[in-house]
């Protein structure tokens, strides 16, 4: 059983960073790419970043230049460093995984965590 579980949501005012954190566990033979996904209140949700086993990422351009994906390929864990915060980044956060396990090649997703950045 894979599991991803993510940390590091809160409430910051906008201009603040926040960095969140997502580590996945389990019967895990491979992780190729990871990536960062976003849902605000009455939208759907939407990819913010994705970084691929070797280290190449590509972003969103709403968040482009604001927000770093980074990845520690030893802790099966990817990081997602968001500065310059807006009241628009207020959304629930996704981590998301392709991951090789027991069961072959299959997309993961963590439980999501709420980041609100006030005005």
């Known amino acids: 059983q894979v599991q991803l579980v993510e940390s590091g949501g809160g409430l910051v005012q906008a201009g603040g960073s926040l960095r969140l954190s997502c580590a996945a566990s389990?019967?895990?033979?491979?992780?190729?790419?990871m990536g960062w996904y976003r849902q605000a209140p009455g939208k759907q949700r939407e990819w913010v970043a994705t970084?691929?086993?070797?280290?190449?990422?590509n972003y969103a351009n709403s968040v482009k230049g604001r927000f770093t994906i980074s990845r520690d390929n030893a802790k099966n864990t990817v990081y997602l460093r968001m500065n310059s915060l807006k009241p628009e980044d207020t959304a629930v956060y996704y981590c998301?995984?392709?991951?090789?396990?027991?069961?072959?090649?299959?997309?993961?997703w963590g439980q999501g965590t709420q980041v609100t950045v006030s005005s």
């Open positions: 998301n995984a392709y991951i090789f396990g027991p069961p072959g090649w299959s997309a993961y």
């Open positions: 970084i691929t086993s070797g280290g190449s990422t």
């Open positions: 389990g019967s895990i033979f491979s992780i190729a790419d």
